[in-house]
């Protein structure tokens, strides 16, 4: 980072916090507001499922494929999961080419803890022979454009990609096509921190100079599933019980567009 | 059988190209955006620059230096693709890069890059022509200043009929394909590949099919770029 | 079966801690160090810096950046881990480095990058907090100005019962696992993640049970800085 | 590119315009001559096939090994091809070490489809057992001395390379020793265009500063197999007709080289 | 290398050359005197075999792991074995992350080579299923503390950890765990010199000055298993044919530490 | 049965050598270069420099740098090698470069580099002797001012008898090998490795017999270089 970038970035920072000490936001929205969500599912033919997300302006594909594997040792008659994410130089110009990064990789790992933890994907529905064939669902995430949260995008996206998805029998020979077994999504609701304002949905400014990060993925129940606080800063034992609360009332809304 | 009395099995003639829906600008970040459907083809492509080449060492003291990025997402295709760049895909955004240079007036900003993504998220066929069509708009949308507008199309052979923008299954298993780029003004060529098997008749025929074929892209092109000027007028007061 | 008659596999209790011993300054050649065995965990950190942050481009013009690296040893997992980063090292290195920038004074060293090296020798459960705690104490022992030193420990919930510090089988067979650092001074959160089952009365349970962990361990860093010292006042003369 | 270089350049590319201007090359050859070509056969033991071309001072080894194993799922009766091309640092001060970048990965893909839609390779002959084993060719490219064209350099050395081929069965336990079954070789012809002069054959100067390159493979009736017009300059379609009916003369006569 | 840095080791160099022409040493070691060096044996759970080297201040790691995998083609009832060595940053402020440099190739190699050549490992008792199932044994060498001669502490590391090493057959379901069947372990020994002074066990600052190395790998009879020079500097006929007899004493000694 | 009443399997008595044949400025482009026949060994070997060192880490303010690179071309064994460098290649790089750099003034040189790439074109035993012997008449023939012309030759045991530059069968079967590399005038070591099993007699005999080989090669070096020069002369009016 430059002088000057790093000048730039302070003076940003000082406008986002003189209107955070008004209990403002850039965009005008309250602490407790999200942006827009749309979801579009089924967009591409040759994924068993995908999905189109846009959080105000960020935007993120999902696409889900699924192949025939050996299980894990551990769980012979298991189905497995993995979820990559990728930040393409389309997304963002401080976006580069090459394999993932440690945003990337975080970001992938804490999309996958949420599902794999609420239990979303039936894996124990994705076996074909026992300790020899199971079904391998691959979730890539594929962010197009880059306005803050990806975390809570992502985590959408995969869930509505999952929802699109069907096993694709006919296609390996494996029996016909069903939909994919599935149980109820975890809802991703994350929170940025600075000068001690903590805001929900941060858009890309509100990212840019967050302190501190936190993503609580909750079940259907309201219980929690996974969390990940993220960034130098730190949260108080309180914030961190408020962020709790206040993501539970945000899941319940954002788990209904998810049902539609 | 790929065609029967003249009609192709998706109804099309043979000089007849699939349907194409393109909108400029539909991505907030990027400088310059372009989404466009080309068949079973979806293809995003966005623009950044000129702003420095890094690392130097690729910087050209006289020009801005064009570096195309054609990507096809791990869901694109039937079988999942590893993400990162293939063989196929570094052939591609090499000739991507190439022909989209010789329109820009690259000499305008020198010791810069001009970086051009292309994300592939549903493919059929012709994707490379789909990618060099939506990074020509991405550009034009983006307002690098370039001598022409560059469109890509292809044609080829299936069943012995010289055909024009081969679809999924008659890539598969047609005889010849011939993807080209022109500058639409002067009709030079800007890319130009070519696997299969065409007599020098053939190819002739083949070559003013995919003329005209840019031609008409050409058009839908230029129609986008307009919806996308007007758009913005009609918000601004 | 985890827990039965309030006992766990080990013979601890749920608000129990495994055995720790923590040993600073072990190593000649880094600037600080710290050995340190938690239960089945065996764990070396060290750290060198500050110094010139290369390459250029990750220096920052106003601080020093910490770059912890979490790292297994072939060995010290039951199946051989193929050396060099997996995902999960990677995650865990960034989380790690955040929190312990979190009290370093960086502003005191802007251009300079301060490494912090973890290496996982043996392996049971809960390496993430061993090795952000003994990364503590050889930042301390290396002198690096810190407005505290940090400390990690988790909680979780084997058989329906929220304990601490989960051993191997407990992580394996449990139902959920949160580590969490902390600046014990302020008892502010500095790294926390959670994966598994827990209900927000649980969740409150396991967060007072990992910083009670936190203080104890705490403790023990604080003791093991001192033994250090005063070793090296009596071989002075 | 330093300014030194570009300048250097600059002024070799004057030069060698000046003299397209009267119809002349560099070495006083006509546009449409080639230099001198050498084909050399069955020169490394531990090789199933081999061969070495120059064309002028560019030198060039193929390499062909044969591997058992699994065929395509879409092609289970037919054996597979791939084609690599190396552009070490012995041949040139440019070229360095590491995986190959976007020119050896280009030229490599030519060369290959040339070989492949020519149907040179009759990969239908080398089946072992349907669907599970089938021969591999490994068709290795490395390139020793740069001085211009390499597409025609390398495609011919390939050519040549499995003209020396056998199916080593013995090594591998799979019955006899066997010439690799061949159809007729594909002639790979190329053309650089600077200054509106369009020469064949390009030697290092006239690659350096070439606008546009069109490589032409033809079968052995003339027919068009392969094309690829490379680099960031133009042809006009009439440059593009002309350059496949000069490509039809050359081919003829290249391809005796490979026959005798 | 900056000015600054090579004017430093320019003066240390001096310095010890002026030592060694009273054939003297840093540390006040004679030219055949080894540091202290320490084994530990069995540290590490789930590693097969462990044990932690020390000679002064040099801290070597080694850990065996056995897997079950497939023998090579032309030794179908051998197991197998590999040698990797990793200089991590942890061990010294030159030492850099990422895939091993050609420093830890070669010290891997030549570790291997001394345990490979002595027939220290058995590996024809090491066979499961002839031409199926062998079990391979990795052997991983992490240095902790750099201070000089890492082949000798690393060949020790390696043969203390493979005298520690089981076979895990009830892990992986192939019978019950049995000790590692060995011979004699090979004992390396290196020399350092500089300024025509060779020395013993090289500290780090007689390693930085070093212009040739030498490294000789003996077994129990004193006969030569494995040998490697090192750097651009060299040695005359008459000072390795000494090295190979200093090395026969000090492998005896060295010897009895790990049979204790 | 490797050797039977003194003579070896393809005819050789113990201490021959195979037939070697040596050709310095073969290649155009390079600054020197050398193509070399040793048995089965083909290898081609080529020097650029000196020129700027890149990337600058790697320049030494007071000298050039030698950096060889041995590479086996994917046909030149029995199974096919996959491209790029792998540990062994690595190991030969550097033992190679080592000993080259002992040779050259490099003192006149600094903060340059000197490739010296080494081919190898088809292999059969002993290609590390044939490759530094190459780029030795390779960077003669470039011109590079050298103290000495090295040289390299391996000795070894087979069937219990020390013998001189192993054949294939030889050095799979065979019970030691030994290569060495000398600077002939003074025929002090700059190379040498060893695997296998010898007493310090055997040693002392191989020692002895590869040095010799070293002596016989040396010759055909430089009658190599003589010719290169001789032709250049009649070459030239």
Known sequence: MSSHDERLSAVKKDYLVNLAKKGKRLDGRGPDEY?????????????????????????????????????????????????????????????????????????????????????????????????????????DLHVLDYDGNLFDACSLAASAALQDAIIPGERLGKGENRPLPLGSP??????????????VDPRLEEDEVAEARHTIALD?????????????????????????????IHAKNIRKLLEE | MLIKDGIRMDGRKPDELRPIKIEAG????????????????????????????????????????????????????SDRKRPGPDRRSVEISKVTSEALEHVVFTGLFPRTMIDVCIEVLGAEAGTRCAGLTAAAVALADAGIPMRDLPVACAAGKIDGTVVLDLAGDEDCEGEADMPIAI???????????????????????????????CREVSKLQKEALLRKYETKNEVAP
Not at chain 1, 186 to 192: D, E, G, N, Q, R
Not at chain 1, 230 to 242: A, D, M, Q, Y
């Open chain 2, 26 to 77: 539909v991505l907030h970040r990027a400088q310059g955006s372009c989404y466009l459907e080309w068949g079973g083809n979806k293809v995003m492509a966005a623009v950044y620059g000129p702003r420095e080449a890094i690392p130097r060492h690729i910087q050209h003291p006289l020009k801005a230096v064009i570096n195309a990025r054609y990507n096809m997402v791990p869901f694109s295709v």
């Open chain 2, 183 to 213: 500058a639409p003004r002067t009709e030079e060529i800007l890319l130009m590949q070519m696997d299969g098997h065409m007599t020098y008749q053939e190819f002739e025929e083949a070559l003013e099919l995919a003329l005209k074929g």
């Open chain 1, 186 to 199: 975890p809802i991703s609701c994350t929170f940025a921190k600075y000068a001690d304002f903590i805001v």
């Open chain 1, 35 to 139: 942006r827009p969500i749309t979801i579009e599912k089924h967009l591409i033919k040759n994924a068993e499922g995908s999905a189109k997300v846009t959080i105000g302006n960020t935007m993120v594909m999902a696409g889900v494929k699924l192949d025939v594997g050996e299980p894990y040792p551990d769980t012979p008659e298991e189905g497995a999961m993995t979820t990559s994410a990728e930040l393409p130089p389309i997304a963002s110009p401080t976006f580069e080419t090459g394999p993932p990064r440690e945003d990337a990789i975080e970001l992938a790992r804490v999309v996958d803890r949420g599902i794999r933890e609420s239990k979303f994907i039936k894996l124990d529905q994705l076996c074909i022979t026992p300790g020899e064939e199971v079904w391998i669902v691959f979730i």
């Open chain 1, 220 to 248: 259907e129940n309201g219980d929690l599933r996974a969390m990940q606080k993220g960034l130098t800063g730190s949260f108080t034992v309180e914030e961190i019980k408020n962020n709790i609360k206040r993501a539970q």
